[in-house]
């Protein structure tokens, strides 16, 4: 079993908590972590690990860090 601690900005926020501290399996991917707390990976969603760019597909490891918001738009 791993540790991680998930943080949600903008609009994910609001619906789905500030932060989430979960135990996954081993192998659990980025996806499975969000999808736990309720984030569909149908919603067009930015990933950051430990302050880098990740993608829903990745390995989760313990310790990790997820922060995941919509892209921000503007001009």
């Given at each position: 079993?791993?540790?991680?601690?998930?943080?949600?900005?903008?609009?994910?926020?609001?619906?789905?908590?500030?932060?989430?501290?979960?135990?996954?399996?081993?192998?659990?991917?980025?996806?499975?972590?969000?999808?736990?707390i309720?984030?569909?990976?149908?919603?067009?969603?930015?990933?950051?690990?430990?302050?880098?760019?990740?993608?829903?597909?990745?390995?989760l490891?313990?310790?990790?860090?997820?922060?995941?918001?919509?892209?921000?738009?503007?001009?």
């Amino acid at each position: 079993m791993i540790s991680v601690r998930v943080e949600l900005g903008g609009p994910f926020r609001e619906r789905f908590g500030h932060w989430h501290a979960l135990t996954l399996g081993e192998g659990a991917t980025i996806g499975d972590g969000l999808k736990r707390i309720g984030v569909n990976e149908d919603l067009y969603i930015v990933v950051v690990r430990n302050s880098e760019r990740a993608e829903l597909s990745d390995i989760l490891k313990d310790g990790d860090t997820v922060v995941a918001f919509p892209p921000v738009g503007g001009g």
